[in-house]
């Protein structure tokens, strides 16, 4: 009995002359759609990635703190300060690979191989959807490159950008399945593949599920189903993708998910997410390159010589809708619309067809992609090493904390809309990484975070976002004056300012004791060492609590 195939994309009438061109007899390759160029252009995506010793990303500092405590959990000095628990949450990805990988070549290399290698994900996945839907990469999907560099990488998502580069490769997969393989091969690969992208980011699961979701819809379609029957169609082929609600509610290790949801249909702050996916360091540069594509998108749309591919034309529609309804806040979460935005618009370039016959059109269009990639590196990798550089200079405090101490963390935190931020939000994670201390910028949302800080005493100095000082101007910062005169003494062995004049930190018991062209150092006179600490931290004759200020 012949193998039962899925009505597919092999039998849509323009899709099968794609796939035919694809692995039938067919022309010789342009230079842009050979394997070579594939694979030269995923490595070309580490470049900004190589001179910084740690990537330069917002949040980074703040993981590798974390990779620090679940690699140490149960041991001091570490234990006294966090305690892990653990279960399975889907906010683990790189964690599991850093950890894995940190006893062959040590936690901080471990951390930079791992998230080095994420755009380099990306952008392969994105080439293979291209070809997978188009038969060839068409010279407009060079286009949708630096989006792997989007406002969600640099923000520091490290395991929502893998989940979304996996999910990304689950679609491509999806659609090479529907061609080759029967359909009960893809119901029983892709319930285990869901698994481990919901294990890596649930957000970025979610995104995989919504986007096959409009894959398989659109294949249908293109079948001839109306449009309900397909969505009748489509829908128990996902089911099997939904095994991660179950892993949750069976493993999640008693914690529920805790914190603000808000920010609902804010047309403001939509418009303002559309114009920073691209958000590095330089505003007017940063904001006309994603405008070169928003216009692309909207010229292939209302083009007669472009046009779009249904297959990911109708999942990028429902990333876009998604992006419209999903709030800004989810359960603590942040900026949970916005990282559904720039997959979406990689979606909407690669499914641009260019017009059959007209090479002088595609060549072009090649050469003007190939250079808006090439430009987004070059700028990027500037970028990134002024940030190193910045980053660098603001770590030159951390030798003078005594390993295992506690220390409050304040950051002198730019608005939200300060387009050059320094990324020196969670840079006390690496002092944790490095000095095994205790600060207040570890994340602690039950349900999100496998660690939780055991100084009570300390709250609300305890946990992010406790170390961010905001601008007056910025509704619900903290104060700084107020922290400096309220900190628990009793939990806290240092206090770090970065990012405030010399001189900012008022208080009758700090004294200056250290200082360089960066950083001043004071103590907190007359305490004695706190009881309970461990021997190795008296090995440091640094004086015992200083206020540094970067």
Sequence with gaps: MPKRRDPS????????????????????????????????????????LLYPAIPPLTDLPGHIGRFRILAEAGREPLAQHYAVRWALIGNLGVDGLVLALAPLIGLEPAARVVVLLIP????????????????????????????????PFQLGFVNFSLASGLAIAGVALWLRLSRRAPVWVRVALFGPLACAVWLCHSFGWAMLGLFVFGAEWAQRRSCGKSRLRAAMAAAPM?????MPVVLAALWAGGDRLAGSTGMWFNAPLKLYWAMSVLRERWQVYDIACIAVIWVLIAVAARSRRLSLSPVL?????????????????YAGASCVDMRMLPMTLALAVLAIRAPSGEDRLAGRLAVLSTGFFAMRLLTSTLAFALFAREQAAALRAVDVFREGAAVL?????????????PRLSHIAGLATAR???????????????????????????????SQLIYPATVRGGGDFDRAIASFDRETFDYVWTI????????????????????????????????????????????????????
């Design 313 to 329: 034309a109708v999942p990028a529609t429902l990333g876009g809708l998604a992006f419209l309804a999903l709030p800004a806040f």
């Design 120 to 151: 380099a994900l990306v952008v392969a996945a994105m080439l293979w959807l291209a070809r997978e839907v188009h038969g060839r990469i068409p010279p407009t999907a060079l286009m949708a490159l630096p989006l792997a560099y989007a406002a």
């Design 435 to 465: 000095r095994r201390v205790f600060t207040n910028e570890q994340w602690a949302l039950p349900g999100q975070q496998l660690v939780h800080p055991r100084h009570p005493r300390a709250a609300p100095y305890d946990r992010d976002p």
């Design 238 to 242: 996902c089911l099997p993708m939904m």
């Design 409 to 421: 963390v304040l950051v002198n935190e730019p608005a939200a809309d300060n387009w050059g931020n």
């Design 499 to 550: 990012g405030f004049a010399k001189g900012r930190a008022h208080a009758t018991d700090l004294a200056r004791v250290w200082s360089d062209d960066r950083s001043l150092a004071v103590t907190l006179g007359g305490k004695p060492v706190a009881a309970g600490r461990t021997s190795r931290r008296r090995r440091f004759s640094a004086p015992e609590n200083l206020v540094l200020t970067t």
């Design 9 to 48: 994309l092999a039998e849509a009438p323009v899709a099968a002359a794609n796939i035919a061109t694809a692995f039938g007899d067919r022309p010789a390759a342009r230079w842009w759609q050979s394997r070579s160029i594939a694979i030269l252009f995923a490595l070309l995506a580490i470049v900004p």
